[in-house]
């Protein structure tokens, strides 16, 4: 689609003109800038040019929304209009983490660490769940698995559920890598640690039961100048190859500092990984999985004596907490719980249950906009309810939602509501698929109360968001004439 130059000029006057420009960049569908000073942005201007969709800020980001394809030629356009070279999405963060908090720059680390590591863990759950619905007895056939109706898909289900769980398994290594880009070390070093924390040579920490008498197996140990050292696998843990791989690239740019480059290859990277791979073993191995342990325990007393209150907790707090992105620190906390004896998470199907939330709220005004004959905010409306139904709610959520107001808090009245039916419940999925795709992530057992909080999530916000229409229009408010003002 052709832009209009126009447009792009009236962007840049609207955001404060090009020397308020720090950096900028684009993602699939938005214009993502570090701005010197975000309160030049004429929200007012910006939101009347037709090529904008919506505009938001978020992380010390300000994002412009203008969609699939078109944000291409918009960002060729943004940057000859400014006049500035296109930056890469690390400048950008680069720009923006200099106005950051040590909170907020914690959060971002750990958001940086994960998020690249998502569509490996999507891909995961979503196959994950089909397996477990071939595979698992009582699934969809009373009594009986799929696989037990038609053996001869047995072999195509396991493999498929080999390929799910081995994301999973090895989350040390993908960890390691992204941890180690992350903290400015060689990923490829980060790698390697976490695949020795999960060689299959140690002793597995979740087979140490007897299954017969519950007792624990001796633990075989390293013995290091009389330390006993216990020789355990750390298979599916988070905190422990965070530390260490922070760790790891504090060692290797100590030693890249003061080793020559002549034999830089023959001691940086052996004896970093040497070092921070006893200490892994011997106290951040041990250390960090009583940290965990601690955490995950905390979550689960919470939701095992007042699920209610966890669930509504969480369901009202985590579309707010996606705005300040603090949301990213819970992906940690998720995979944790994945990897205790719950087997799942409470969090994630709260997630799912939000994302549907925010979508129906978006075609709740759809149907305003619709009814005003608003062409632009309706289109809008429409595409970003899908996208919000299947998982990614920011287009809803910073394109319509927020600014409306009553459809936001709408969502967010509803996934505390069902959020507290799915703590009471004790609700468990894995970390997968959104939206309402997210089903598949659910654990079996579970699928009909998810199910049930599927439907209240698609109706509730579309009920809230009119009668809260309605009764501010009673008033002399009505959402709809707010939109235009703003």
Request: with cysteine; net charge neutral.
């Amino acid at each position: 689609m052709a832009v209009n130059r126009d447009d792009v000029r009236r962007i840049i006057d609207a955001i404060g003109g090009k020397e308020n420009v720090n950096a900028a960049t684009h993602c699939v569908t938005r214009l993502r800038l570090a701005l010197d000073d975000e309160s030049k942005v004429n929200k007012e201007e910006l939101d009347k040019i037709d090529l904008v969709k919506g505009s938001f800020a978020a992380n010390n980001q300000f994002q412009i929304v203008i969609g699939p394809g078109t944000v291409d030629e918009a960002y060729k356009v943004f940057t000859e209009e400014t006049g500035m070279g296109e930056s890469t999405k690390d400048e950008v963060k680069a720009a923006a983490a200099d106005k950051m908090n040590p909170l907020q720059r914690a959060i971002k680390t750990l958001g940086d660490v994960f998020i690249p590591l998502l569509p490996a863990i999507v891909t995961a759950g979503l196959l994950l769940g089909i397996s477990n619905l071939l595979l698992e007895a009582g699934a969809i056939y009373k009594g009986k698995a799929v696989v037990d109706v038609y053996p001869q898909i047995k072999g195509i289900a396991e493999i498929i559920k080999l390929i799910a769980v081995t994301p999973f398994h090895f989350l040390p290594a993908l960890i390691g890598w992204s941890a180690m880009r992350v903290f400015g070390g060689s990923p490829i070093l980060g790698l390697v640690l976490g695949l020795v924390l999960v060689n299959p040579a140690l002793a597995s920490q979740y087979g140490l039961a007897d299954r017969d008498t519950g007792k624990l197996a001796e633990i075989p140990t390293w013995d290091i100048f009389g330390l006993k050292v216990q020789q355990l696998n750390y298979a599916a843990q988070v905190l422990p190859i965070l530390l260490a791989t922070w760790c790891l690239a504090q060692v290797e740019r100590f030693l890249n500092k003061r080793v020559h480059d002549s034999i830089k290859m023959l001691v940086v990277g052996p004896v970093a990984l040497l070092l921070v791979g006893f200490l892994s073993f011997v106290i951040i191995g041990p250390v960090a999985f009583w940290l965990g342990n601690q955490i995950t325990g905390f979550v689960q007393m919470i939701f095992e004596n007042a699920g209610w209150l966890g669930g509504l907790i969480y369901g009202l707090v985590y579309a707010p907490l996606v705005i300040t992105g603090l949301h990213h620190m819970f992906l940690a906390v998720d995979f944790q719980l994945m990897t205790s004896n719950l087997g799942g998470t409470y969090l994630w199907p709260i997630l799912a249950i939000s994302n549907i939330a925010q979508g129906s709220a978006a075609f709740a005004a759809w149907f305003l906009y619709k009814r005003r004959k608003m062409v632009k905010e309706e289109g809008l409306a429409l595409t970003s309810g899908i996208s919000g139904w299947l998982g990614v709610t920011e287009p809803a959520m910073f394109g319509v939602n927020i600014p409306l107001k009553y459809p936001f808090v709408a969502a967010v009245l509803t996934t505390g509501l069902v959020g507290a039916l799915f703590g009471a419940q004790n609700v468990l999925g894995k970390v997968g698929v959104g939206g309402v795709p997210g089903i598949m992530s659910i654990n079996s057992g579970f699928r009909l109360t998810f199910f049930i909080g599927m439907i209240i999530a698609i109706v509730l916000p579309v009920i809230l968001t009119l009668i809260f229409s309605n009764f501010a229009k009673k008033k002399g408010e009505e959402v709809v004439v707010e939109r235009v003002k703003d």
